[in-house]
């Protein structure tokens, strides 16, 4: 059995595979339009036990990949005692950081002690001027650059995340060109979201119809391969990723979400509690939550309706968490859902020359 | 050169790599590779004896007791898939 036979075989059997925890919303940077619902920091931070019981159920379930994230997971106390634990208990560790505090002494003590799969961090622009603007830093584009740098110079696997906004998508391009001299991929998120708490004015910050267009042609000059288009293979791909189980994601079902206040989140996206670990153990929320069903059988509904729009539904890149944010439905099709399903249908009427 | 093999080796996962098995089958990630390797379940049920750092002609004994075949068959069976894992970067001498 292949590895993406074991995974939709988790989708379908709700075999707990991936979990994401963010340790704490403190951040040593200051983004403009950082999702993190900062009015939670009111409630209990989980202690440093609760972490390392959390980390055991995992294990325990047999849990294969951890993310530790944040706000900035450097920026937690206890960040490498609860990365040490991690990794003791053979987690496939990924760190999804901003990269300001990975210094090359940081990035080596990260290496010796947590022996992470890959680094993750946050790429705002191919100019000091604009990923300065994002963070609100000044100098942070600068230290990024070094930081990177150092992290491939000692082996680390370093991945380059990006949002796609009104204020970087003329230089994606040059996004992409630095990504490539730097030698790490670089993922680009085309959609800006609503912060976690609902509120919509990071919107505002969304690329143009323009910057989309310049990306979309962007990601298929370097995309396009055998003299399929870009669509066929995102379609072709999606497809196949889907067949054999019935559900649109694996939230709730092989994935799972803990935020720094204990709650239990069927995905990092998908922002409605099924459990809290001040009250009750991970193990117990997975195997007795009702919440989690009625999660589960969202994703198999998703699944029917995106299959009811052909390839355009597939290039939707609809996520049910985003549509719980935007509108408190997690059917309900979205702004940013609606324009790439008619971008597709665009496309596909277009003659095959 | 090659150093000579222990007359009853024993095997342990590479630092590097992750080993989980799920639903009887074992997975590992090669970090450094970057790969995914999936293992059967007899394969799944050699390596968690590897972890336990029990030697391998016991493993032989419990893979021969357990699926009900001779020690001879679950003996090539079980080098030949340390081979495979050795050559992998998966799994090491300890």
């Given at each position: 059995m292949s590895y993406a036979d074991t995974i939709k075989r988790s989708w379908n059997e709700h075999r707990l595979m991936n979990a994401l925890v963010?340790?704490?919303?403190?951040?040593?940077?200051?983004?403009?339009?950082?999702?993190?619902?900062?009015?939670?920091?009111?409630?209990?931070?989980?202690?440093?036990?609760?972490?390392?019981?959390?980390?055991?159920?995992?294990?325990?379930?047999?849990?294969?990949?951890?993310?530790?994230?944040?706000?900035?997971?450097?920026?937690?106390?206890?960040?490498?005692?609860?990365?040490?634990?991690?990794?003791?208990?053979?987690?496939?560790?990924?760190?999804?950081?901003?990269?300001?505090?990975?210094?090359?002494?940081?990035?080596?003590?990260?290496?010796?002690?947590?022996?992470?799969?890959?680094?993750?961090?946050?790429?705002?622009?191919?100019?000091?001027?604009?990923?300065?603007?994002?963070?609100?830093?000044?100098?942070?584009?600068?230290?990024?650059?070094?930081?990177?740098?150092?992290?491939?110079?000692?082996?680390?696997?370093?991945?380059?995340?990006?949002?796609?906004?009104?204020?970087?998508?003329?230089?994606?391009?040059?996004?992409?060109?630095?990504?490539?001299?730097?030698?790490?991929?670089?993922?680009?998120?085309?959609?800006?979201?609503?912060?976690?708490?609902?509120?919509?004015?990071?919107?505002?910050?969304?690329?143009?119809?323009?910057?989309?267009?310049?990306?979309?042609?962007?990601?298929?000059?370097?995309?396009?391969?055998?003299?399929?288009?870009?669509?066929?293979?995102?379609?072709?791909?999606?497809?196949?990723?889907?067949?054999?189980?019935?559900?649109?994601?694996?939230a709730g079902s092989n994935n799972v979400a803990i935020d720094p206040f204990g709650n239990v989140l069927p995905c990092v996206q998908w922002r409605v509690p099924i459990g809290n670990l001040h009250h009750q153990r991970l193990t117990e929320i997975w195997r007795g939550s009702n919440r989690l069903d009625e999660i589960r059988e969202t994703t198999r509904a998703a699944r029917t309706m995106l299959d009811a729009l052909g390839d355009p539904g597939l290039a939707a890149n609809f996520c049910p968490g985003a549509a719980h944010t935007h509108h408190g439905d997690a059917l309900a099709l979205y702004p940013a859902a609606e324009q790439r399903i008619e971008s597709a249908r665009a496309r596909v009427r277009l003659p095959v020359v | 050169m090659m150093s000579t093999p222990a007359p009853n080796p024993h095997y342990r996962v590479d630092p590097h790599a992750r080993f989980r098995v799920l639903d009887g089958e074992g997975i590992f990630v090669l970090q450094k590779a970057g790969e995914v390797l999936v293992v059967n379940a007899v394969g799944a049920f050699i390596v968690e004896r590897l972890e336990r750092d029990m030697p391998l002609d016991e493993i032989i004994r419990e893979v021969s007791r357990r699926y009900d075949v001779d020690d001879a068959r679950a003996g090539a069976d079980a080098r030949a898939l340390i081979d495979s894992l050795l050559e992998a970067g998966a799994i090491q001498e300890s």
């Open positions: 963010e340790l704490t919303y403190a951040c040593n940077l200051d983004c403009d339009f950082c999702y993190n619902d900062l009015s939670l920091e009111r409630e209990t931070m989980l202690n440093l036990a609760q972490h390392k019981a959390l980390l055991d159920d995992l294990a325990s379930l047999s849990v294969l990949s951890l993310t530790l994230t944040g706000g900035e997971p450097l920026a937690h106390p206890h960040f490498f005692e609860i990365g040490t634990h991690a990794r003791a208990l053979g987690f496939v560790v990924r760190l999804k950081s901003n990269g300001h505090a990975l210094r090359r002494h940081v990035a080596k003590r990260i290496v010796d002690e947590i022996d992470p799969f890959i680094i993750e961090v946050s790429f705002h622009g191919a100019t000091a001027a604009t990923h300065d603007r994002q963070t609100r830093v000044p100098g942070s584009f600068d230290r990024l650059m070094t930081n990177v740098k150092d992290m491939t110079a000692l082996g680390l696997r370093v991945k380059a995340n990006s949002v796609l906004t009104r204020w970087n998508e003329s230089e994606i391009e040059a996004m992409f060109d630095l990504a490539e001299t730097l030698g790490v991929p670089l993922q680009v998120d085309p959609e800006v979201k609503p912060r976690d708490d609902g509120d919509l004015s990071p919107l505002a910050l969304s690329a143009t119809e323009g910057g989309l267009s310049q990306y979309a042609r962007s990601v298929a000059r370097r995309a396009t391969k055998d003299g399929t288009t870009l669509l066929e293979n995102v379609a072709a791909a999606r497809r196949e990723s889907k067949d054999g189980t019935d559900k649109h994601c694996g | -």
